[in-house]
Structures are given as C-alpha cells and as structure tokens.
C-alpha cells in the first residue's frame, strides 16, 4: 500500500494534499459497517468510512425528553447517531412541558444487567412476514420470511472514561428455498479516553459481514449463491478546542475482504477486489456560540489493492482528496446536527481510467419539536470501486428522512423515506433505489415490545431488464433485558 509520510503531514496541516481515495469496496446497497462515528465520533456520514445511510439503528431517534440515548450506534439501513462539535454541557436547552406520557416514557425501556462496572443489555427478535421479491432481482418471486436478530449492548458505568461493545447480527430465511439464507453481523468496539484540558481521543474497532446483491454490475457471472464480504475497520479521533478553536484530527484504516463465488464446481475468484482504504482528515471550526460553530475540513486517502493488476488486466489503486465546509448545531432537546458541502477528487494509478471531480453532499440532523416527535435526517457522499473494465468506479450519493411520533408513552409509530444514487463514470449509467415504509412498536412492558413494519422498494438498475420492485411486510417479538 503507498501512503507515504507527508500525507499524513499534509493532512494534520489542512495544506493542499496529494490525491487520495474515499470509497468502500461494495457493490450492494446494504450497510458496509465501515468506520464512520456514533456520537463518539464527531464524523459527518461519508468521511472516513464512507457507510451508507441507515435510518433503522434507534441511536439516531431523538433522545426521550429527560434522557440521553442509550442505543449505542437503506432507508431501512443501518443508522448511527453523529455528535455536533460543541460541548454538550454548555448547548443552552429548552425547558418543555410533558405530558403525563412523556415524563414516564422511560418506564418501557430495557434496564440491562450490571457486571461489575458495565451494564449489559442483551436482545432477540423473531419476525415472520412476506416479501414480494425475496432474491431482491428483476426475476425474483415472492416468498414467505423468517427474520432473527440477536443483539448485545455492553457499555461501562464509569465517571471517567468509556469502553462500550455492541454486536448484531441478522438471518433471514425464506421459504422459497431457491432464495439462499441472508446473514449479516454487525461487531463494533469503541473507546473514549478523556484527556486534561477538556481533550478526547476516541478509538474504534469494527467487523462486518455482508453479503454481494445479485442486481448489482459488479456480481461475478455465473456465481449459484452470492458471496461474502469481510470488513475489518479500526479507527481514531482526537478533539479539542483551544479557546473557541474547536479541532479534530481523525484516522481510519479499512479492510475489504471478498469471498469466492462458486458456479456449480467451479470457483470464481474474486481475490482481486480486495483492498485496503487508508484516510486521514483534519476538522477546523469556530463556537460563533456555544450551540453554533461552523467548520472547515480536509480528508485525504489512500486505496491498494492487495492483487495489484485485477483480473481484467488494470490496476485500479486510487487517491482522492475531499474538500468540505459546513456547521455543527447543538442545541437539544430540539435540534443538533451537522451539515457540509464539499468537492472531490479522485485520481487512478492507471492511466486508461481518467480522475473525476463531485459535489459531496453530507448531513446528520436530528429536529425534536415536540418531546414525543422527532425527524431524523441522514446523507452521505462516497466512491466506490468497481469491476467493470469500462468503469474506474462510481460515485454514491445516499440520503434518508426519518419520522417518528409516541402515540402514547408505550405505542411509537414511525415512516421513513429514503434515495439513493450510484452513478458510475465513464459508462454513463446509474443504479437508483427509492424506499418508502412506515413501522409500530408497542412496549408490552421492559422485557417485550411488538414490534410490525411495511416497506416498499423500487430499484432502477443501471443494466436494461434489471428493474424491479420489492414489497415486504413482517410482524414480529422483540425480547430483552
């Protein structure tokens, strides 16, 4: 891999960088669970990890009006909740009135188990319903499905300091049985090391496991069933501020691990899709007020492949460098959140690929109006590579609305929209995906909430016969402690 020194100096400096990469190796429209932060990591959606937008994870709902959240952190996909730059205890907030509803809406959630100095909050979920396109493909066929999610939290109860573990996992299964089993895991370590002078430096490990979509252009021809992808991320984060000078320094390594496919006996390689995205960025931002600080910041990375030449014949090692300015607001329980525009950059080692510029676009806003309401918004800018020899990759733009609303203090409905774009450069052709659904959860009592949800999905594919729609729906028992 080249990531030579002086990108890390350029990075720490702010100064013009050498060209670098930003991109996840996917080819799906799943989350990739790569680096991006919860609200541990002050990262806007699509720096550093590049993860696509998930409005699903509850970390990202607006916290109950008398407590923060205790969540750890497609639409449908996973969601993490970002931090705004300022200091939490000096945002200015808006005393409300509640109803008898609100002041005791705490008394359905899960209180853990105390080990030691941490608390455990461990889950299962069993839902049962029906998809009208289980393969997720222009020739799939409607099928019954089984869906189980175990989940355990682990978070320390310390004054100081903060270790926290969080790992989920996801099996569908479908009784249509041409329709493979679709497992995801989800594994996420974080620590928060508080520094004198109001400094933090945060870490991050992170694994996850997916699998390839059979509609995408870069799924290997002829595989039976659809391979697997391993993604190993570790992470840090260094902030403070010096006077009213809020800054960030941040480093992410991520490796992308392809699995072969298979086409009866024969095996399909894909050993050439693995690779390696090295990123660092530096943040720059101003407390105009305490709830108010704008910001400037420079990400630069550093793509290699470990099969240097792919299988097509290129070599498709990148550099990229992104751009960005934006605000972070905090001022809960009403609203916080970040926002940035920006321009990037990619340049490819070989010269039959030509560098491409885009517009980012990047957000994670979370609005309150009232303390049974929330909107959650979520968007996220990002290249990834592909396969395709026509193509040095394409850029992504992935963008999610949330609405959630307590009908009473244990009945919570929610809708949700989300769109994504993929375009990929030099083929001139795109793959869209519009969400729509809305969900119930009804809280029995702490240790079992109902929970029921509708979704429909439209995808546009970028290959002619590949569109298709998908409409699921599924109720199901949620456990926990």
């Not at 501020?241 to 320094?249: D, F, H, M, V």
């Not at 850029?395 to 203090?409: M, N």
């Not at 793959?431 to 809305?438: K, R």
Request: aromatic share 10%; proline share 6%; net charge negative.
């Amino acid at each position: 891999m080249r990531f030579p020194a002086r990108l890390l100096l350029s990075a720490a400096l702010l100064s013009a960088p050498a060209p670098t990469t930003v991109a996840v190796a996917q080819d799906y429209a799943a989350p990739v669970g790569t680096f991006a932060g919860d609200e541990d990591f002050d990262v806007l959606r699509g720096s550093d990890g590049q993860e696509t937008v998930d409005l699903s994870d509850p970390a990202l709902a607006a916290p109950p009006a008398e407590e923060a959240p205790m969540q750890l952190g497609r639409a449908e996909r996973n969601q993490r909740l970002l931090s705004t730059i300022g200091e939490e205890d000096e945002v200015p907030t808006r005393p409300r009135s509640m109803t008898a509803d609100a002041r005791d809406s705490s008394s359905y959630d899960p209180l853990g188990l105390r080990v030691g100095s941490f608390i455990l909050l461990p889950s299962i979920e069993l839902r049962g319903g029906y998809t009208t396109n289980a393969a997720q493909a222009s020739t799939g066929g409607p099928s019954a499905v089984w869906t189980l999610v175990p989940d355990l939290i682990v978070r320390s109860d310390w004054s100081r300091h903060e270790l926290g573990l969080s790992l989920h996992g996801t099996y569908d299964y479908f009784s249509d049985t041409s329709v493979s089993p679709r497992p995801t895991v989800n594994a996420d370590a974080t620590a928060r090391i508080d520094l004198p002078r109001d400094w933090t430096l945060r870490l991050r490990g992170n694994y996850n496991y997916d699998t390839q979509s059979i509609s995408s252009i870069d799924y290997p021809a002829g595989v039976d069933e659809p391979p697997g992808i391993n993604t190993y991320t570790g992470g840090a984060t260094l902030d403070g501020s010096i006077g009213r000078t809020a800054l960030q320094l941040r480093g992410n390594l991520a490796y992308s691990q392809y699995n072969d496919g298979h086409a009866g006996n024969v095996v399909v390689p894909q050993g050439d899709r693995d690779n390696t995205l090295t990123s660092v960025a530096a943040r720059v931002g101003y407390e105009v007020t305490p709830a108010f600080t704008p910001f400037v910041e420079a990400e630069l990375s550093d793509r290699s492949f470990r099969q240097k030449i792919d299988n097509n014949g290129f070599n498709r090692a990148s550099q990229g460098v992104t751009l960005r300015g934006g605000i972070a607001y905090s001022a809960d329980p009403v609203l916080r959140g970040e926002l940035a525009l920006g321009w990037h950059n990619e340049r490819y080692d070989d010269p039959v690929f030509s560098s491409f510029n885009a517009m980012t676009v990047d957000a994670s806003v979370v609005w309150a109006p009232t303390p049974l309401t929330s909107f959650t918004l979520r968007a996220a800018t990002f290249v990834n590579p592909t396969t395709d020899p026509n193509s040095a990759g394409s850029i992504v733009y992935d963008a999610g609305l949330k609405a959630e609303h307590a009908l009473r203090r244990n009945l919570t409905l929610e809708g949700d929209l989300g769109w994504r774009r993929e375009f990929y450069e030099g083929i001139d052709v795109a793959d869209v995906t519009y969400e729509a659904g809305f969900g119930l959860t009804w809280k029995l009592n702490r240790s079992a909430w109902v929970v029921g949800r509708f979704s429909q999905e439209y995808y546009d594919s970028a290959q002619p016969g590949g569109d298709y729609p998908t409409t699921t729906v599924s109720i199901g028992l949620k456990l926990q402690r």
